[in-house]
């Protein structure tokens, strides 16, 4: 059964909800068709949800004083109609979501008993006996507890969530602050003395112009010498600061992961990885965490860099979700395109049902062949590096 009142802080994301409780108006026509009744019965019928249809919708936009006079407006169609022998109890449901979604508890457990108990007195008092009235209030009051519960607990997640997101924002926030404070750190340490160095040379070097060109070229050949290295310097920081290890990346999965409610639990090894191959192991970390929030539908993940028997490392990201990837997309083939690039290899295995389980191997020479290689700058990147990831989303 869909609830009646989807909480207010996703109202606006919400238009299905919205017309697939709607659907449950069907209830106030079906007492209508159990026995012969009258047109003027079914026209109220009709009439009554032709009023329900507009508080209801004012109800999700509007402050809360209106929002308490549009409960009673929709709880009081319900007590009128009853003695009609229409599903007035449809619209207490209605109205008890309605309370539950805006209402602190203890207030919102008060008027709600208190609308049902009218609600149970007036069906008893003015429905005929046969009927069995006093059966139909008590479902009507059922029904509208597990809807008032439900309502509660939506209200209560979206909650949470919204203080998960914040946190998360304000987390980001401080990462990024405390990432600037570093980089400044480090330009100013790097650049500082360098470029003081730099400006004394170039006067000693104008002021040696005249008297001794042989001094004041060797100078300027310092300055050059100097400017050179500080270039250097500069390429392997900017570098620095693009790349991320996979200790960042396990960061920055840990909150894509949380905002999707799926817990992470990871063990690193302590393995000295040449700085080319982590970068690609951290990408494909990356890719992996966003495959499972885009199609595992799974809860857990565990990541596990291990070192081989042989000295090559592994790195293994499994999940609990629904598995059976039978292909490759363009995320997988990037990532085994980028292993192979270092001379490593990605195995899969996705039974259906029981989870993903990526497994990337780079050999011991494999390891030997990239250490020898220089580091990666600035200027000599991949540049097939994918979006970072959003948001959403533990």
């Known amino acids: 059964m869909r609830m009646p009142g989807p909480p207010l802080d996703t109202q606006d994301n919400l238009l299905g909800w919205h017309l697939a409780s709607l659907l449950y108006l069907s209830f106030v026509f079906i007492p209508v068709f159990q026995w012969p009744a009258p047109w003027w019965i079914f026209a109220m019928a009709i009439g009554s949800v032709i009023v329900f249809l507009p508080l209801y919708w004012a109800f999700y936009r509007g402050g809360a004083t209106l929002r308490l006079w549009l409960v009673l407006a929709v709880a009081g169609i319900g007590l009128v109609t009853v003695p009609f022998g229409i599903g007035g109890g449809t619209y207490l449901i209605f109205a008890a979501g ?52 439900g309502v509660l607990a939506a209200r209560s997640r979206e909650r949470r969530n919204a203080e998960l997101r914040l946190t998360q924002e304000e987390v980001r926030r401080l990462a990024s602050l405390a990432e600037r404070e570093r ?43 100097v400017a050179r290295e500080a270039l250097t310097q500069v390429r392997e920081a900017v570098a620095g600061i693009r790349a991320n290890g996979l200790q960042a990346e396990l960061a920055a999965a840990r909150l894509a992961l949380l905002g999707g409610e799926i817990s992470l639990d990871h063990k690193l090894a302590p393995v000295d990885i040449p700085a080319n191959v982590e970068a690609v192991l951290a990408l494909a970390l990356r890719e992996s965490v966003t495959n499972v929030l885009r199609h595992a539908r799974a809860r ?82 991949t540049g097939r590096e994918p979006a970072l990831l959003e948001r959403g989303t533990a």
Do not use: W, Y
């Not at 609308?115 to 046969?130: H, M, R, W």
């Not at 100013?188 to 008297?211: F, M, Y």
């Not at 191997?361 to 020898?372: C, D, F, G, N, T």
């Open 183 to 225: 980089i400044g750190r480090d330009l100013h340490d790097l650049l500082g003395h360098t470029l003081s160095v730099v400006v004394l040379k170039s006067q000693l070097a104008a002021r040696l112009l005249e008297h001794d060109k042989k001094a004041a070229q060797d100078q300027i050949s310092e300055v050059e010498r």
């Open 98 to 149: 309605m309370i539950a979604s805006f209402l602190p508890l203890g207030r919102g457990i008060v008027l709600t008993a208190a609308l049902f108990a009218l609600f149970g007195v007036e069906s008893i008092a003015t429905l005929p006996p046969e009927g069995s009235p006093l059966f139909g209030v008590l479902i009507q009051v059922l029904v509208g507890a597990i809807v008032f519960t």
């Open 300 to 381: 857990r993940v565990e990541v596990e860099l291990t070192q081989d028997a042989r000295g090559g490392i592994v790195l293994i990201v499994a999940d609990d979700g629904r598995g059976g990837v039978s292909g490759e997309g363009h995320g997988l083939t990037g990532m085994r395109e980028r292993l192979r690039s270092v001379g490593g290899v990605l195995e899969i295995e996705s039974p259906n049902g029981a989870g993903t389980r990526l497994s990337l191997l780079v050999s011991r020479e494999a390891l030997a062949a990239a250490r020898r290689l220089p580091a990666p700058t600035a200027a000599t990147g």
